[in-house]
């Protein structure tokens, strides 16, 4: 059965800097899209990023979020640095088997994570 678990969400003030991991098990993720979305509350889920043979990044976070894998260890990382308070949300990570091109569409994914909560403070 394969289980995403994500970890590493915080409070942290403007400006700071959080890592957020997510270990994936019940196969093998080296060939999977790999990627994160997050929701604020009273919105609707959005996509952060996606790996997979690229990176991917939402307008709103490129040049301060980066994310990584170690696909030895199947996990994938999200270094987030010069946080906003706009970036406070939910976190999840998501899988999807193989390539997907509709990286951005958060219905396109197999497997969820049960989210980390993130909270930029001013």
């Known amino acids: 059965q394969v289980q995403l678990v994500e970890s590493g969400g915080g409070l942290v003030q403007v400006g700071g800097s959080l890592r957020l991991s997510c270990a994936a098990s019940g196969g093998s993720f080296s060939s999977a899209t790999m990627a994160w979305f997050r929701q604020a509350p009273g919105k609707e889920r959005e996509f952060v990023t996606a790996?997979?043979?690229?990176?991917y990044y939402a307008t709103s976070v490129k040049g301060r979020f980066t994310i990584s894998r170690d696909n030895a260890k199947n996990t994938v990382y999200l270094q987030m640095n010069s946080l906003k308070p706009e970036d406070t949300a939910v976190y999840y990570c998501?899988?999807?088997?193989?390539?997907?091109?509709?990286?951005?569409?958060?219905?396109?994914?197999?497997?969820w994570g049960q989210g980390t909560q993130v909270t930029v403070s001013s």
């Open positions: 998501a899988a999807s088997r193989g390539r997907n091109y509709a990286y951005a569409t958060s219905g396109t994914y197999d497997y």
């Open positions: 790996s997979m043979s690229n990176t």
